[in-house]
């Protein structure tokens, strides 16, 4: 059977995640290359998982005439450059979100997919691959729920990662753009609309560190769709209690919750603290089968010759709705897209 | 021991629920006179509560000289009118809320108050008075959640209640004088701070009636208030589950949910439907002995020569920023307080 | 209005709970006498109540007359003795469980009430006014969950109060008696049938204490009833969660668990431990207003000449059951009935 | 990198689980072989997961030379006889539970083990490869809940799959040889200890077919560790909220409950049955990944050289007391080990 030849660039959590996936978990694939400046990580990992090829730069892995496909792990401001040159490279690329860092890098993404119809191109909006939401977005699609009438979307990371945060912020472009845009990704998927306007508000209410960026620790937005869907946005960085992503739907005949409890696994205890539910550390833990599900996907749409359910499309339409939050958070205005 | 003797104009659901209490849970009362239009209704309540003194207008019952103190439970339209004319009268006075329909009307409501300074006047933020709401609060008051981020509040009528939200809809004033009030209470208590901004939205999503008196069957706002909490409400009168009253604060350092499951009692229920619990019906399943604690605290203020914690102001400020919800509601507009 | 006129012997916890209720939440009732052998705790008590009769025996008590009633809260061993004095007196009877300490005592209690048939006797079998206890036991007795395959009980006291158990362990007569037996009796509720086998163990599994007494800190045992339904008992005194009384009736087609985490209140906390519910602390939060519930019972059937549904006989069945628990326990050996 | 390859046979419903996991999410390992009587299924499952060699006798596929193991899904009462061919053969065995019908066999299932202590044998007692159920095991074993008190462990099989269970009553050896017995293993793996006595009952509550077997369609058993931990355990096959396998370890300091919802994802629904999760349906949901670990848990194991925990030994010793529970159900007697 068909084997698509892999070349995954980046190792840090995320990306050892993917390139441990793709070695050990993904059907009809083969981690055939792998590629870090970081060398003695490089070698280590490829040791490990039994990858022969190995590159500190990304021209050089693209350049690997075998490789079938590429997996961007790389930094953020790096993406919409790889993204291109590997597609001119005749390479079927997974890239890790953002599409780009500004919305003129999007487009050029965009061009770069149109440019090459015959490649397959797929974003890392992991969430819709979690059986949770997909099974969610199934019983909203099929109408048990009725008509949407609220989205509501929690995506907080646990306070004893701050300093991880704080030391990102400089880079992360904001909350909004960091953390909300998976939420945004997933208010299209379940409403099929579009923002009208956002109202955003926060501030730093723990960590001042964050101000220096014109970010806060903790931030919210209000916005209408254009079906008059409400959508009510937090994105936080001091949960105490883990890894909270939270989804609510409200419909006229029905509610679903998504992670109302991001609970570990089902093991609950009782001991001196009362009844409780240990919660998830952080986004691998949590999205452990969906980063499998949605590279099994790419895989498979590859081979295929299918394209992904989402499109480069949605993460450049996502990054300008997150530059939009920002800009309404900043500016403390009521903003219309 | 001092009886406090207590009359009660209004015998609807909520009247009957005090008139009840009045009679039979609150300690060192006497329900000493009612009051309604409706004779049948009023002779039948009080043959049933053992009550000698009927009247069918207010003006008899306030006349009426062994009265200490009186309860409405009348329309809307009346408290303020009926606040004055109590306190002038030398009662003392449990309204329901509002406290009037109009900003001046609070105003008024306000000097008659501080006319009577020896009076005991107190307002039906019954929520204060739940075992839960209470619980919560001191946690909070004592700096176990850290500094409170957002204050998140729904209130839901349940579907099958519609018809009678439909036919009161033209005296209600909409759904942030009506059922917001009680979450915009609650987030003053909560947050000891006021509203600085507030965005309002939402729409007629399964009842399309509301919409002629500029109303929505589900609405929502996001303010910001002066120390900073977000504040986002919802309210809906369309829950298919039940009455759901359901509030959330996230702080620096905890996060505490109230009735996250509305629940109707301990009962959980394993069954072709899945694992589930019923929910409470309406607000008197669901404050039942809140009912019953705020009317002792008004008793027992009065014995203690004590002030209640809620103020007139409290109630005139509510319904100050419900007005503003509801403007920025109508006018799509983000207004400033 | 009739008052029903009540002395109370007893003042320790669940003594000053009852006195507490009759004097300000019992509807159509007066406390008018109180005695307790602790002269100091019942002039206090006396005076907080407003209660002029104050009695350090019970003979002295009982011969109050214009007392139409009286509560039994003395200790065990007095039950019996007092339930026969005070019927003899012609006041109407509310006891705590046990009805007596031995089989004959029960056979003793029962003779005098079927020889005062005139006079309302009720055994303190709060569980059953309980709001989720009844709810459940509606839907089982409407046959909602089918014919009942198993029942399961915990009663569980926490580890906190277990020098508490310990130092009453040579009175108590073991977990079965003392803390059992509601269960049993809960079991006789729902399922409608007897017991006809049952197999007990148990140990000392952290408090080797018990064992002088014959008596485990944790028992429990399987009984076959005569209509086929399973019923498992569970008796611990070293819950770390708070007090766990919880109830699971399995059926044929559908499934009840009462009370299965036993929450304090609505308030779910999340923090750095996790999501959870805090716990009730002992019986008098947990059974608040079944206490409530069951006095204004044990009134209104004196006002309407009606008779509680729990009787005398249920006591004595329930108090004969324990002990074949407690006999199983002790011989290990499989005791039929 | 090393490929074991593996050979499977019986393609019924979990046979074709493992076979779909061993060809696509298994590390480090080929499906080489698959043996099924039934020719269509046969090639049909062979054509999709790409397997060359097929067969529809074991004798035909273990005499395939480079054939590394063998997994036996086959009927139970062909399980010893395979074993011992298949290792005879030289091949590693992996077997579904049980290991034999009968405790003859499992000794013949021992000595054979033994006779080839080279090779790996391990059978699918795969709940201890659940995460939960690890999670909950490494808590224990830490001494984080204390000394353990009770282990009551539920097996239940939803009612709407009655009619497999009616027309395989005849084989299946009841419901302690079918159900029970992987709580048989749970209780021995997180006790430590062995039991001493069972007493065991139940009947057919809804359904009389079992009866002819000596069989019930809802039993239970209490059995005394010899570590004196209680064990309950309660198998039934009318469960209407679906499949629900779940366990509870009180200890003396915590108390862990594993599955107590068997709920199928994260999702919780509100609508008018109220706050609800839906249930897993059957084990290939429940049990869904830890099928692929325990069956890589077994690959590992011939790579490295290393034996499973799970032994030939714990095997016989379940099925042992597994007969032990059937024969005091059968008697009504109480039973020493």
Partial sequence: MVKIRIGSIGLGRLGLTHAENIANKIRHTELAA?????????????????????????EEMIAQKDLDAVVLVSP??????????????????????????????????EKAVEDHP???FMLGFMRRFDESYQYAHKKVAAGEIGKPVLFRA????????????IAFAAHSGGEFLDMAVHD???ARWFTGSEPETVYAIGGCYAHPEFGKYHDGDNVS??????????????????AP??????????????????????????????????VRKECSENFLERFDSAYV???????????????????????????EIAYKCKEAFESGELLKF
């Fill in 241 to 274: 209690h883990g890894y909270n992503v939270e989804t609510e739907i409200i419909g006229t005949k029905g509610i679903l919750r998504i992670a109302n409890v991001p609970q570990k696994n089902l093991v609950e205890i009782l001991d001196n603290h009362g």
């Fill in 154 to 165: 929690y995506s907080q990371d646990p306070e004893k990662f701050i300093e991880g945060g």
């Fill in 118 to 120: 015959e490649k397959v």
């Fill in 221 to 238: 937005c209000l916005m209408k769709f254009r079906n008059d869907t409400m959508v009510y946005l937090f994105a936080g960085r001091t």
């Fill in 184 to 186: 945004i990704d997933l």
């Fill in 293 to 319: 599900r949605e590279m099994q996907e790419f895989v498979d749409c590859i081979i295929a010759g299918r394209k992904p359910e989402v499109t480069v499309y949605d993460g450049a339409r996502v990054l």
């Fill in 76 to 109: 953020s401001g790096l993406h919409t450059k790889q993204i291109v040159a590997a597609l001119d490279a005749g390479k079927h690329v997974f890239s890790e979100k953002p599409l780009g860092v500004t919305v003129a890098e999007c487009k050029e993404a």
């Fill in 34 to 58: 792998l590629c870090d400046m970081d060398e003695k990580r490089l070698h280590e990992t490829a040791d490990r998982l039994g990858v022969v090829n190995r590159y500190t730069t990304f």
